[in-house]
């Protein structure tokens, strides 16, 4: 069974996007389905694709110009594109001068030689872009200690803290807990609302924007420029693919690290729950789906006055 965002169609209202604060709007490009379309249309029919795909065509969001791309997965490193295609998509995004933001996950250890390798030539490749198209930077997705130190020397690869460094208690099945489901305001903020740790994040790693979610209760976003990823959120993610092991071995229980040559169940299978919940498990992950934000004017504008200076689409599960 494939899953097509379901729910995320509803009663749409058309806002004035001239009211809100301005904000760069980008969407997430996460999984080789959407690169190899990404790469055979044109930019406007993608574009136009993307939000009809996902009964958006008509929200206020999607009138809006698309800037930026985020290209790999923050949860699945076996998403993440091949280098051969990762190339291409870049070239493609200059092409149609789009900014770029490159999403890794964790770090297995024995992808550390490869992904530094990986980094070196994206170096080189922004270095030899500055001159021609004056692009000097690209942004890396950091959800992983090691990447800070793997960027090290290469300037033109921006560092910005992602979504699993970004903890904070996040599930849909939240409310229906004793004794937290009238108090989930009280998990609005997290270490990034101290002043001391952004500093050191600033001082050490060189990290000064931060990606959030919004996660179905109010987050209270801290000094800075940061950006927010809609409508879903994740919940929980393993290194050990609990699809692969009920899609390999009939039992959940049966999960081993697919390290090469992933079959990508995730292609065209989830793990579904009650439609009560909002949540779906997709890949190595479990998503919850925040079935206000997209309809609620004032929560939107709340978030960019807080300073949210960037919305991150993805519809797309």
Not at 18 to 45: C, G
Not at 111 to 134: H, M, P, T
Not at 264 to 269: A, F, L, S
């Amino acid at each position: 069974m494939e899953y097509r965002s379901a729910g995320i169609h509803g009663s749409i209202k058309k806002w004035n996007i001239t009211d809100f604060p301005e904000f760069e709007l980008a969407i997430t490009i996460d999984r080789p389905e959407l690169y190899y379309d990404f790469l055979q249309k044109d930019w406007t029919r993608f574009c136009h694709d993307y939000w009809k795909n996902n009964f958006l065509e008509h929200h206020t969001l999607s009138q809006k110009r698309v800037t930026r791309i985020y290209i790999g997965n923050q949860f699945c490193h076996n998403l993440f594109p091949r280098k051969e295609l990762l190339f291409q998509v870049l070239e493609k995004a200059l092409e149609n001068n789009l900014a770029v933001t490159l999403a890794f996950s964790y770090i297995r250890n024995h992808l550390l030689e490869e992904i530094d390798e990986l980094l070196q030539e994206l170096e080189v490749w922004c270095q030899s872009r500055e001159k021609e198209a004056g692009k000097d930077q690209e942004e890396i997705i950091v959800n992983d200690w090691a990447m800070p130190i793997l960027l090290q020397g290469k300037p033109h690869l921006k560092p910005v803290l992602g979504v699993l460094l970004n903890k904070r208690r996040k599930d849909v099945r939240l409310p229906y807990k004793h004794g937290i489901g009238n108090h989930v305001d009280s998990l609005a903020e997290n270490n990034l609302n101290c002043g001391f740790y952004q500093d050191y994040l600033k001082n050490t790693f060189d990290i000064q924007r931060f990606e959030f979610e919004s996660c179905g209760y109010k987050v209270t976003i801290p000094d800075g420029h940061h950006s927010l990823h809609l409508p879903f959120f994740q919940t929980n993610t393993s290194q050990y693919c609990t699809l692969y092991a009920v899609c390999r071995y009939g039992d959940r229980e049966k999960t081993k690290s697919c390290r090469k040559n992933c079959p990508k169940y995730c292609e065209q299978k989830v793990f579904l729950y009650p439609k009560h919940l909002k949540m779906v498990g997709r890949y190595n992950s479990l998503f919850g789906y925040d079935e206000k934000i997209l309809w609620d004017e004032k929560q939107l504008q709340d978030y960019l006055e807080q300073g949210i200076d960037r919305i991150v689409v993805n519809v797309s599960l």
